[in-house]
């Protein structure tokens, strides 16, 4: 294990809901100076100006996205629009600085399919092979090791977290997994669209990217491994008016009979961020709001018409924390040798 020696962070979007999230987490992490935090629109403000709930613990202002403090740095976090990250790692890490990437650039293998989905050339393709899926309960190990992390997305996280144990036990039919999945409008990121304004997503209530989501690749490929096979599945967001959450309701036809508390009970056990809730559970958002925790119960609904051969996954996480920023942490702290839990331990806000 690496030597516990303080270490300096930056932050590339710092005005993102994940840029400002991560800086939260790094300020009151015993083990991080945050030494740099960038925004191409907010250049020279006082960080402090623009997040007041950051005042007596961020000094910094913030500066431009090419500061070469970024390359002083031993972390540099990037909460940038998806397309940035690629252009940039490779001088970061070329200088001796470890990249944890919350974007999409380095999350898909398959160069292809991640510009057909992303509708751009991607700028570093040769990096893609190096980076390590910081799903931690799947990785851990190569993580420890990583220059270079692709944070998971912030669906991927409940829907491969929720379905895990079961696919690993060989216990359900790959062809025909369906992921119905909530977010509030937070996933979207910090951005002006009429979809997201508070008079259109106010008391309502809707679908969308039902054509397909560029999550679906990403999590047909981590099922996909668990699964050592390609899997089948249905995947339909939807768009719930609050603020923050992800609620994925999980369906699996049953293959082989098991005690699936029992399965989900075990795999879960050493780990910290992830919680099988008792049997007859079901988690609401708010038990995981800003907390770095997945909360999972298992069910075996009756109303199938053939003795219940549905196994149903209640699996809810925060989007902003272990769907992104509170992940991202995670994956630092494993880096660089510091307790998985670091930084990490503040319990949800309720209400």
């Not at 990583?146 to 491969?160: D, F, K, M, Q």
């Not at 979207?188 to 259109?200: D, P, V």
């Amino acid at each position: 294990m690496a030597t516990m020696k303080r270490i300096r962070a930056g932050v590339v979007g710092g005005t993102g809901y994940s840029g400002v999230e991560l800086m939260r987490l790094l300020a009151r992490h015993p083990q991080v100076e945050l030494a740099v935090a960038t925004s191409r629109q907010e250049t020279g403000k006082a960080v402090s100006a623009v997040f007041p709930s950051l005042r007596g613990r961020v000094g910094l202002a913030f500066t431009k996205p090419d500061d070469p403090a970024l390359r002083q740095c031993d972390v540099v976090f990037f909460g940038t629009p998806n397309g940035v990250a690629m252009g940039e790692a490779r001088a970061l890490l070329d200088a001796g600085a470890r990249v944890v990437d919350i974007s999409a650039d380095f999350r898909l293998k398959d160069i292809a399919d991640w510009e057909r989905w992303y509708k751009m050339k991607h700028a570093a393709p040769e990096l893609v092979a190096e980076a390590v899926y910081g799903l931690c309960e799947v990785n851990r190990e190569k993580i420890r090791g990583a220059r270079l992390v692709a944070n998971p997305g912030c669906y991927p996280t409940a829907v491969i977290l929720g379905l895990l144990p079961a696919l690993e036990a060989g216990a359900v039919d790959l062809e025909h997994l369906i992921a119905d999945a909530k977010s509030g409008v937070s996933g979207a990121g910090r951005k002006l669209e009429l979809h997201l304004m508070h008079g259109e997503a106010s008391d309502n209530f809707a679908a969308y990217g039902m054509a397909g989501h560029r999550h679906w690749p990403e999590i047909r490929q981590g099922l996909g491994l668990l699964a050592k096979r390609e899997v089948g599945l249905v995947f339909t967001p939807h768009l719930v008016p609050m603020i923050r959450g992800i609620l994925a309701t999980l369906y699996a036809r049953v293959t082989k009979e098991m005690d699936f508390q029992a399965l989900y009970e075990k795999r879960y056990a050493a780990e910290p961020f992830v919680d099988v809730m008792p049997p007859g559970s079901q988690p609401d958002t708010r038990s995981t709001r800003a907390a770095n925790v997945c909360r999972i119960a298992v069910h075996r609904p009756r109303q199938t018409g053939k003795g219940g051969d549905t196994l149903a996954v209640l699996s809810v996480i925060d989007n902003l924390m272990k769907g992104a920023s509170g992940q991202a942490v995670q994956n630092m702290n494993l880096m660089f040798g510091f307790p998985e839990t670091m930084g990490l331990e503040d319990l949800p806000v309720v209400p």
